[in-house]
């Protein structure tokens, strides 16, 4: 029998993918499932931009690209950077990655040996958990819960905080809960590290143009330049553009970390598709018109499933101002038995549940480190997502 390294040992497939996998198994079985486990906008990508990447094609831009990204790009990344939060950065400050999920990667296996904390706020992604594992690193969760609005406080940072802490993982606006953290609360973060000199910063701001009622996106070194010497921010276009498929990332930090993180990602991929860095310039430097009514659509899912969610008993669902998911609590569930005889001891119960008897698939919040929840993205047409809250109403109060 084959001894794998020990790293595979110590990571597993997301919750997400088991989710989806088990959904895509019941339609083939000919079932009309409703999946709202996966975090994919169902936008199509803009047209200027898949133009972009086939006038790219046809210019013969199909060589091995630079291994940290084209000129252009990384100028088009530090310029958008620079604009939106008022800090100057060069280009040469600038990654590109094989979407964000590399850049998280690259700059974990950059920083973090065996035995080294990194604090998670929880829920959190389940990637960070898996990419720390992988390291070898000590995962350190810290839970901020929903009467929280799922935003770290300030002294639960200090308390999670130890000789052996290397890295700090945030995400704002949140996957899975939509949280989103204010100036003032950031600012109270920055407090906090500055204390702590050892400990480096990822902030994950995938999400930063998700954002509904007026919220506003702060970046943590918008907010704290004076930190930058260990923060590495993180971005892309997956989400904002709707282009998941289109693998196009970036990390923006100090040269000797932009250098580091160069060296793992040249060990891994080398760099990043060039027709896929030609589109994504397109995406950062075309129109933005279409970006806001975008974000009203998700907006107005948001509130009707809010609106239907909050009216099934059991379930209580904080109003999230950012990303395309709901994370609400199912605490009131727990300690029941479907109408299909199933005893729901957990949120992982009342997910598969659901998925196998109403066949609406969602994810449980124990993949993201805080229970009893489950989280539904909303990144779905708004008739299916009225009919999924259809099914998990009818769920829900059939449970005894």
């Known amino acids: 029998m084959t001894e794998y390294a020990a790293r595979i040992g110590r990571t597993e497939l997301a919750a997400t993918f088991a989710m989806a996998a088990r959904a895509r198994a019941l339609r083939a079985e000919g079932k009309d499932v409703i999946s709202l486990s996966l975090g994919e906008p169902d936008f199509p990508t803009p047209p200027h931009v898949v133009e972009a990447a086939h006038a790219a094609a046809r210019r013969g831009e199909t060589k091995y690209p630079p291994l940290g990204g084209t000129e252009a790009l990384r100028a088009a990344v530090a310029d958008k950077f620079t604009r939106e939060h008022g800090l100057a950065t060069p280009a040469r400050d600038v990654l590109i990655t094989n979407g964000g999920k590399q850049g998280i990667f690259n700059i974990v296996m950059s920083l973090i040996g065996p035995g080294d904390e990194v604090i998670i706020p929880a829920p959190a992604w389940a990637g960070y958990e898996q990419t720390v594992k992988f390291a070898g690193g000590v995962p350190v969760f810290v ?34 809960s939509g949280a989103t953290i204010s100036r003032e609360a950031l600012a109270a973060l920055a407090d906090v590290l500055r204390q702590y000199p050892h ?93 806001a009514e975008r974000a009203a659509s998700y907006e107005q899912r948001r509130d009707a499933v809010l609106a239907a969610l909050n009216q099934v008993p059991g379930l209580t669902c904080h109003r999230p101002d950012g990303a395309f998911y709901v994370f609400p609590s199912i ?69 005894r």
């Open 143 to 176: 839970p901020c819960p929903q009467e929280q609005g799922f935003v770290l406080q300030p002294e639960a940072l200090a308390a999670a905080i130890t000789g052996r802490t290397k890295l700090l993982l945030l995400n704002y606006p949140s996957n899975p």
């Open 199 to 291: 400990v480096w910063v990822l902030s994950d701001d995938i999400y930063e143009h998700l954002l509904f009622g007026g919220a506003r996106h702060h970046a943590l070194l918008g907010v704290a330049p004076d930190l930058r010497d260990r923060v590495v921010t993180l971005s892309g276009v997956s989400k904002t553009y709707a282009m998941t498929g289109w693998r196009i990332g970036w990390c923006i930090g100090p040269a000797e970390m932009i250098k580091a993180a160069t060296i793992v990602q040249a060990t891994a991929t080398s760099g990043v598709s060039s027709v896929g860095q030609a589109a994504a310039l397109a995406a950062l430097t075309g129109t933005q018109d279409f970006l």
């Open 331 to 399: 605490a009131g569930c727990l300690g029941k038995t479907s109408a299909g005889g199933r005893r729901i001891g957990s949120d992982g119960d009342f997910a598969m549940a659901l998925l196998e008897e109403a066949l609406v698939g969602v994810v449980q919040g124990a993949a993201f480190g805080l229970s009893p929840h489950i989280r539904i993205s909303t990144a779905t047409a708004l008739p299916r997502l009225l009919e999924a809250c259809q099914r998990i109403s009818g769920f829900c109060h059939a449970l």
